[in-house]
Structure formats: C-alpha cells, structure tokens
C-alpha cells in the first residue's frame, strides 16, 4: 500500500527554520513528482512546492518563493521541504502529496495519495 | 482570494443531487485538466476527479465531474450525511506557473 507520513513539524520563532520530511513507501518513488500543500487553520487548501522525480524540475508558490527548498533523495525515498525566514502566515498543516509526471512548463495537480499532514507553528 | 471561484457553501438533503461550480480563466482551466478533491472533516484530502472528468478506482460514480470553457462542476447524487465536507478545484495555472486550488465548498447534507 502506498504511505506517505509527515515529520518534523513543531513550534518555531517567525524568522527561524525548519525542516520537515516525507517518508515514502509502497510504491516506485522514482516514478512520481512529489508535492507539498498547505492549510492554514480553517483555511482552504494551498499548493506550496513541486519536484519532479528526478529533481529537474522544481516549482514554488509566489508566497514561499526564496524562503523555502524542496528536496528529495529518491535513495531514501524521502521528501524535504527546507523552510527559512518564516512568518506567522506560515502556520499550518503541511501535506505531502503524490504526483505525475512533470515537465519543465507543468506539474498537473493530480495528487492520487497524501499524507495525514504535520503541524508547523510559527510563533513568537 | 483564490483565482479560482468557488461558491463557500452548498447543501441538500439526503438523497437530492447537486452540482459545486469552478470559475477560473483561460490560463487555467481554459487550457489545463481540472482536478477534484474531497476533504473530509479532520481527514487528507482525497482525490474525487481527476483529468476533467475521469473518477480513481474507488470514487463512485455518484460524484461525476465537467468542465466547459473557463469553468468546470462537479455534481454529486444521491446525497448521503456522509459526503459532509470541503470541496475542492484545483488546475495548474500557465500563468502563474504552479497549481492552483479554489477557495473550498462546504457541504452540508441537512
């Protein structure tokens, strides 16, 4: 079965880092672009970063552009988002989230598997 | 503000049917697939349609998704208590370079 479980997240000062990762499993990561989302509390859903499958490709929301890094070591079947410089706007849920295959020009939204999300609270 | 317009709320009563529409532009779901997805009260979001109008294995078939022009719907039937949740759009944005998701639709079953 496919798995996708969520790390890291926690408590941090607006200003600060943090790293959160994505274990992967039960399916050929190599296969897939890999894909973080977002939800603020309350809030509707928001698409944060893609990577395509062999890290060509990397793609990130205008909101979190220069401040964060998606990463992945398809040795480990693992996902990083590397996140810097944060803002109290940054609070949420972070979800990773399977995808297709990605071109330099796309990365369709066709997210078929998510994780159950990890809570980042960025806070003084 | 999303560039994707959804209306926040719909509801129907058991067993009624009703549709949840997606407004975007020619940058997005003019030229690109649409994708829907279900959320669920404290759950991920699952993926309900995908490519327009194609369901993944296991999504019945009372969930049924179209797409004309810049707009797109997805349309429930035979409401049931247990479809409550948040409805969402989503496309990629040629424009924007990234994928785009609709503000969200709550639905109650009454």
């Known amino acids: 079965d496919v798995r996708l479980v969520e790390s890291g997240g926690g408590l941090v000062k607006p200003g600060g880092s943090l790293k959160i990762t994505c274990a992967a499993s039960g399916f050929r990561f190599t296969d897939n672009s890999m894909n973080w989302v977002r939800q603020a509390p309350g809030k509707g859903l928001e698409w944060v970063s893609s990577i395509s499958s062999k890290s060509t490709y990397m793609f990130y929301a205008e909101s979190v552009k220069g401040r964060f890094t998606i990463s992945r070591d398809n040795a480990k079947n693992s996902l990083d988002l590397q996140m810097s410089s944060l803002r109290a706007e940054d609070t949420a849920v972070y979800f990773c989230a399977r995808g297709p295959y990605c071109t330099a020009t796309s990365c369709h939204p066709d997210f078929d598997y998510w994780g159950q999300g990890t809570l980042v609270t960025v806070s003084s | 503000q999303s560039v994707l317009t959804q209306p926040p709320s719909a509801s129907g009563t058991p067993g009624q049917g009703l549709n949840i529409s997606c407004s975007g532009s020619r940058s997005n779901i003019g030229t690109n697939f649409v994708y829907w997805y279900q959320q669920l009260p404290e759950r991920a979001p699952k993926l309900l349609v995908y490519r327009n109008i194609q369901r993944p294995s296991g999504v019945p078939d009372r969930f049924s998704g179209s797409k004309s022009g810049t707009s797109a719907s997805l349309a429930i039937s035979g409401l049931r208590s247990a479809d409550e949740g948040d409805y969402y759009c989503?496309?990629?944005?040629?424009?924007?370079?990234?994928?785009?998701f609709g503000g969200g639709t709550k639905l109650t079953v009454l």
């Open positions: 989503a496309v990629w944005d040629d424009s924007l370079r990234g994928p785009v």
